[in-house]
């Protein structure tokens, strides 16, 4: 799965460019890495499974990338320019452990930013009033927060929130079957045109731009 709208918004809010050296934390098929290069950085990037980065090298033998847990990342303290955390960290057994290691190898100067899931986005608040329930996103594994909590979460990890972005743009990726006016309703306003009018606290997904705690 490709979401090159979010990953573009993150490197541009990071800023990255020529002379920067970037980490992707659990880079999946290594794409970000592409886009990232692209713009004169050096990318690397780590991931868990050994099947996606064997289809990413498959797509492009130059992505460098890495098998390892990102909750102990093989990399010098110090070392990146600027890290970024698309939609992952959430799945991670321990999350915080995951953010002490990201803020660990972050240069004193570098910022990473981190794309994280909403508990109470508009839509899981919908399902509650109608189901009673939050349903699940169909993930082996997924934990959600609001805002203020995955900002202290990040705070105790290390790192300092210097601001947060609401991301509620895209297609959903997942697609029920007999549910086909709901799911072009759903991806209609909530993500075609969620940006414009989705207060920032009931977003999908939050990207925390942070700094390294001095």
């Given at each position: 799965h490709k979401n090159l709208g979010q990953a573009e918004r993150i490197l541009d809010l990071l800023e990255v460019g020529p002379?920067?050296?970037?980490?992707?934390?659990?880079c999946g098929l290594g794409y970000v890495l592409d886009?990232?290069?692209a713009r004169g950085a050096a990318a690397v990037g780590l991931d868990l499974s050994s099947r996606a980065l064997a289809i990413g090298r498959e797509e492009s033998a130059g992505r460098q990338m890495v098998l390892g847990n990102g909750e102990r990342l093989p990399y010098p303290t110090s070392w990146f320019d600027a890290v970024v955390c698309l939609g992952s960290l959430e799945h991670f057994m321990d999350p915080e452990a995951g953010a002490r290691e990201?803020?660990?190898?972050?240069?004193?100067q570098g910022r990473t930013a981190i794309l994280l899931p909403?508990?109470?986005h508009l839509r899981a608040v919908y399902n509650v009033w109608r189901f009673g329930e939050i349903?699940?996103?169909?993930?082996?594994?997924?934990?959600?927060?609001?805002r203020r909590e995955w900002e202290a979460?990040?705070?105790?990890?290390?790192?300092?929130?210097?601001?947060?972005?609401?991301?509620?743009?895209?297609?959903?990726r997942i697609y029920r079957p007999g549910r086909t006016l709901a799911w072009i309703l759903y991806n209609t306003l909530?993500?075609?045109?969620?940006?414009?009018?989705?207060?920032?606290?009931?977003?999908?997904?939050?990207i925390f731009v942070c700094t390294k705690e001095p």
């Open positions: 002379g920067m050296r970037l980490l992707d934390v659990a886009m990232a290069q990201i803020a660990r190898v972050l240069k004193p909403n508990s109470h349903l699940p996103d169909l993930q082996d594994f997924e934990q959600f927060a609001t979460m990040l705070t105790r990890s290390g790192l300092r929130v210097v601001a947060t972005y609401k991301y509620d743009t895209g297609w959903a909530f993500r075609v045109l969620g940006d414009r009018w989705i207060p920032l606290n009931m977003t999908y997904t939050f």
